[in-house]
Nanobody
Framework: VQLQASGGGLVQAGGSLRLSCGFS????????MAWYRQAPGKQRELVGV???????NYADSVKGRFTISRDNARNMVYLQMNSLKPEDTAVYYC?????WGQGTLVTVSS
């Protein structure tokens, strides 16, 4: 299994970014996928999850601003981030069980 995240970058506060994560392996459509993030000097934290049936759950800090979606035909999971805040600055990782992508850096300037 390999996970490849992309889409990070520098954005101003209030802006939007969309992260993508490609999944290489079997049975993507039956897997719960997650996004995590790790800010400088802080522990990695869960951003949200999406189940095989596309039910989602989010951390309180991003609820109403972030949306996770998936495309089972393309083995892709996405994180749409709106109304970004400087405190959203972190390396974002996609995750499936014990497997992690390499992370993509999101920097939000004030």
């Amino acid at each position: 299994v390999q996970l490849q995240a992309s889409g990070g970058g520098l954005v101003q506060a209030g802006g939007s970014l969309r992260l993508s994560c490609g999944f290489s392996g079997n049975f993507f459509s039956s897997r719960t996928m997650a996004w995590y993030r790790q800010a400088p000097g802080k522990q990695r934290e869960l951003v949200g999850v999406i189940t095989p049936r596309s039910s989602t759950n989010y951390a309180d800090s991003v609820k109403g601003r972030f949306t996770i979606s998936r495309d089972n035909a393309r083995n892709m999971v996405y994180l749409q981030m709106n109304s970004l805040k400087p405190e959203d600055t972190a390396v974002y990782y996609c995750n499936m069980a014990e497997y992690w992508g390499q992370g993509t850096l999101v920097t939000v300037s004030s």
